[in-house]
């Protein structure tokens, strides 16, 4: 199983990890990598352990959740990661840190959720329409060349079906036919993983307000500036802020964050 990340070319990953209908699958995937990469594969296709009624199905399944989850920018990203998942995470945790990891993994599930969820969401609107989506999806595809031919208006359609269940499935999201926004909360050990999954993609970034993954937090800037102090204050990163850059140092490792966090 690779575990380097891939160079960062849009798919349509969103419509199978939408598909999965039961997300405790994906934890189980994670833990398993965590715990022994190679049998990973061979739990999987070769003795179907999560009883898939087809060998194509199971591939598919162990493709997208290899694409979405366990595709990592460094050794350090992928030690947070593998660490994460042999500790015991609340469940909100678990799901906050699958959102952010497929964000990090998957080009268009990334600017979807940078773009247009978290702008709906910060703009004060209740329900989150798919036809939102959908727009979004048609002038990005008008204004990129590599799309042109790669998504027909169902493949379109479905994409924007599929976010919106991966959202709710993830509890971003309430509602059957109608998607509506949750109020998030991130605990202080989300957010503590959260900027550790930051600067282990991106070690050299001086300022934290300019990364450009910090809307994923679900917070405003504000908010997240004055959160970081709080942490500051429980020893749990180091950081220093002038009104204008906010410089974030982590104190644990990445392998070693987790036992801090939740032994």
Do not use: C
């Not at 199905?57 to 990203?77: C, G, I």
């Not at 050990?189 to 050299?204: G, N, Q, R, T, Y």
């Amino acid at each position: 199983m690779n575990s380097s990340m891939q160079p960062q070319i849009y798919n349509s990953d969103i419509n199978v990890i939408g598909s999965i209908p039961d997300y405790q699958l994906i934890f189980k995937v994670v833990a398993l990598y965590s715990s022994d990469k190679k049998a990973t594969e061979e739990a999987i296709v070769k003795h179907n352990e999560f009883d898939f009624k087809t060998e194509n199905s199971r591939k598919r399944f162990l493709s997208a959740t290899t694409s979405a989850f366990l595709n990592f920018q460094n050794k350090k990203h992928e030690a947070l990661v593998v660490s994460l998942f042999t500790h015991n995470m609340p469940l909100e945790t678990k799901q906050l840190v699958l959102f952010w990891q497929f964000s990090l993994s998957n080009r268009l599930f990334f600017e979807l959720t940078r773009d247009v969820f978290v702008k709906n969401y910060f703009s004060g609107r209740v329900s989150f329409p798919k036809e939102d989506i959908v727009a979004y999806l048609k002038d990005l595809i008008s204004r990129t060349p590599e799309l042109k031919d790669k998504f027909t208006d169902k493949t379109i359609s479905t994409i924007a079906s599929k976010y919106l269940t991966v959202l709710k499935k993830l509890d971003l999201l309430e509602g059957r036919q109608k998607k509506m926004f949750k109020h998030i909360q991130v605990s202080n050990e989300a957010l503590v993983i959260f900027i550790h999954l930051l600067k282990a993609i991106d070690p050299s970034g001086s300022d934290m307000l300019k990364n450009k993954y910090l809307p994923l937090s679900m917070l405003s800037s504000e908010s997240f500036s004055e959160r970081t102090k709080q942490l500051a204050k429980k020893d749990l990163v180091n950081m220093s802020y002038n009104g204008v850059a906010l410089k974030i140092e982590t104190i644990h490792t990445s392998k070693g964050v987790a036992d801090v966090l939740f032994d």
